[in-house]
Every structure is written in structure tokens, then in C-alpha cells.
């Protein structure tokens, strides 16, 4: 990967007025913009609903002490997903694996609804993060082929629209069809949902919105075939890692602590390998967006993780009351993509806007631990949820946005990639380090005052990481 351009003064642009901006919406953007929203609408579904049934789900199934294996099955294996997906996009162009990630997606569906047992309900879990990771990764890359660059902060603003509505009716809509028909029917409807936006999003592939030039096309090809085996056996590697991790944050004492810290080193390694070159020194401006990515999504996702926990078993509050405080970052998170549609698409903005976004993300640790002290009420809580949304809606989008800009056509698969699996394991290895710290200190208001501690001191590191960020100048298109 080649995109480290770095300490440059801001963006090159012709004297005289700016030209009108692109518009999102267009007769050839159209198809793919509503695919795009499908798609992503009943991944969220999914992710938001599953976590919802699948208590009920393992327990009709007779295999309670699965339940760990079952909800870790996805994210472990989409980060080989996303890995293969952007090395498959760059070589062959987005269709084939489109179509290919969307297949497996769709068949680890069919096994869960039709599962007669819980190996096959895991081997379905299994297949959905492989086909999701793929899919996941194939939409960055379109929208990079097929949206305008300056139209990409609100097209990744509309799709963060997409998990709003899920996000808050989710949970609820699957209850209740599980209540009334089945945890099966729950599964059964994101199948149906994602196979209608797949056989869209396959379509705008095959007519050629998606397709880079063929020089590009070539030249990506030989890098990405001498790359992808290792890579692909590096993400093996990584996902084996993290199912490692958790499996060892569930011993007790000195055993968690040294099987956690060992895995920690082994994925480590292993990401030092499987990242853009630099990404874990922070060298080079697009390596340093990826770096970001991950910090703002342990910064923001992990917490939320415990807030629930620590709210129910430490404050009394009910699943619903402490589901509702999530929801609230939601609508804050559809707020901040409102906000950063409105500015220009240039690559000094987007550092503007990701730096101011970086203390509303650190919001949320912080408001969690002076809550854990007892220095704050509940209701500060809520507050600061709202703030984190309205960070993330606006760093989520510019992240994105700004490495696509900076990366190489030929290579912007490889870097979607980068930004989805990098957040994805350091989401995972962030989860299994704070199940140990609760395990050691204790699941007390202590233990939690802790893990809020170590999440702080991450949200202030990738605070200053974006303030330290140069200026720099997008790559020219190929």
C-alpha cells in the first residue's frame, strides 16, 4: 500500500470560484445509493436484533453454554471478510466478491432459520461474518467507484441513517416476532431483506459503475495476487486470535491475565502484518485515519458495552430504561452525519471536523466513569451518550471519506479494508482486556471504575492522535 502522503499544506485547488459540488442523487447514482441503504439497513437489523434473540435462540436449541461462541462467531470470522474483500475488489473489481459475500451472508441466514441443532446454528453465525465482512468492505469500494468525491460525506452520512431506525426498533421488533412466531422469523426477515438489496447492489456491479480503469485493474491484480494468500492467512490468523482472547478473559485470575496479555502481543504482531505499513507507528497520513478509525471505535463502542451491565446490576435500572440511554447516542450519532453533510469535502475540512469530533466521542468514557465514581447522576450519562453520537456521526463519515480520497484507486480496497478490520479487532481485544479487569478487580462499582479509566486514557490518546494529525493533499486520481 502506497498512500503515505504526509505534511502537506492543505488542499491544491485551481484559483477562481469553486465549481457547484456533484450531487448525491443522479440517474447513474441512484440504483446503488438505494442498494447501498438496503443492504446496510438489515446488517444493522441484524446486529441489533440478533443480540436480542439469541439467548432464546441458543436455549431452544439446548446448548445455553454456546451462548459466548455464538454471539463472537461473526465478528471473529468478518474480519477474514473484510481482509479477503478488499484484496479480491483491488485484483478482480467489487462484483465477483459482491456476489460472493452476499451468497455466504445469505446462506449463514438460511442455516440459522432452518438449524436443527446448534453446530449448525454456529456454522450459520460462521458464514454470516464471512459474507458480511466481504459485503461490508465491496460498499466502501463502490462508493468510492461510484460516488463523486465531493458527494461522499452524505452519501456515508445516509448510511448512517440506515442504523438509526434498527438501532431503536430492532430490539423491539425482534422481540416481538420472537414472542409472537419465532427467534427463526427474526432471521428469516433479514434474509429476505438482504437478498432483495444484494441482487441491487450485484446489478450496479455488473453494469459497470463499479469497475476501476483497466490500467488500475492491472496493476492492482499482480499486487494483489502476490498479497492475497498471505493476508488471507494472516486475518485466519488474527480471528483464531481473538477467539483466544475471549475464551482466556473467561479464566479466572493470573491465568486470564497472562493468556489476555500474550493474545494482545499475538494480535498485535499479526495486525503490524495485516495493516497498511506504519499504521501502528502512525506514519503516513492514510495509515493515521485507519489508527484513528480503531481508537474512535473502542472509544465509543466499548463503552456502551458495560454501560449496560453496570447500569442494570449496579443502578437498578431495567434492559429497556438502560437500552434507551443507547438510544439516545443513536439519534445523536444521525445528528453529527446531518452536521458534516453540510461542510465541503476537502481533506483540511475533514481534519477540522475530525478533530473537533475527537471530545464529543471522549464524552462518553468520561461521562461513564464520573458516573462509576458517584461524581454524577444518570442523567449526565444521557448526555454524554448524545455527545459520543453526534462525535461519531461526525468522525465515522470524514474517516472514511478522507482515506478514500487519499488512497490510491487501485488500492482502495485494501484500505476499506484496513479501516473496518483494524476497528474490528481492536474492538474485540478491547472487549476481552476490560472482561479481565472486571474479573481481577471484581464486577463491583470498583471493577467498573477501572475499565472507564483505561477507556478514558484510549479516548485522550486518539483525542491528541487528531490533533497531531499534519495537513495533507488527496491522491490524484489514477
Partial sequence: MTADTDCLDGDASPAGPAPAPPRLWSARTAPFILGAFLQMTFIAVEAFAVTTVLPGA?????????????????????????????????????????????????????????????????????????????????????????IPAPARPAMFGLLTTAWLVPSMAGPVVAGALAQLLSWRAVFAMILLGSGLALLVLVRVARDGGGAAGPSARAGASARAGAIVGRTGRLSLLAAGVLVLLHLGA???????????????????????????????????????????????????????????????????????????????????????SFVQIRRPSTQAEHRLLILAAAPLVAAAPVGALLLATGLVPVPVVVLTALLKGVGMGIASARVATATLDLAPPAEQGAYSSALQSGEAMAIAASTAVMAVLLSVIGAGSAGFVGVYMLLTAVAVGTAVVAARSPRVVAQPAA
Fill in 58 to 146: 441458543m436455549v431452544d436449541l439446548g446448548a445455553e453454554n454456546w451462548y459466548s461462541l455464538a454471539f463472537a462467531a461473526t465478528l471473529s470470522t468478518s474480519l477474514v471478510g473484510m481482509v479477503a474483500g478488499g484484496n479480491w475488489s483491488d485484483r478482480s473489481g467489487p462484483r465477483a466478491p459482491l456476489a460472493v459475500g452476499g451468497g455466504l451472508f445469505l446462506l449463514g441466514l438460511a442455516l440459522c432459520v432452518l438449524a436443527p441443532g446448534a453446530a449448525t446454528f454456529i456454522l450459520g453465525r460462521l458464514l454470516q461474518g464471512i459474507g458480511g465482512g466481504i459485503v461490508s468492505v465491496v460498499l466502501y469500494v463502490l462508493i468510492a467507484r461510484i
Fill in 250 to 336: 473467561q479464566v479466572d485470575g493470573l491465568r486470564a491475565l497472562l493468556l489476555v496479555g500474550a493474545g494482545l502481543v499475538a494480535l498485535a504482531l499479526v495486525a503490524r502484518s495485516l495493516l497498511p505499513p506504519g499504521t501502528l507507528r502512525l506514519r503516513g497520513a492514510a495509515q493515521r485515519l485507519v489508527a484513528l478509525r480503531a481508537g474512535f471505535g473502542i472509544s465509543s463502542a466499548v463503552p456502551d458495552v458495560y454501560l449496560t451491565l453496570y447500569l442494570q446490576t449496579e443502578r437498578g435500572l431495567s434492559p429497556t430504561a438502560a437500552g434507551l440511554i443507547l438510544a439516545v447516542g443513536a439519534l445523536g450519532w444521525a445528528g453529527g
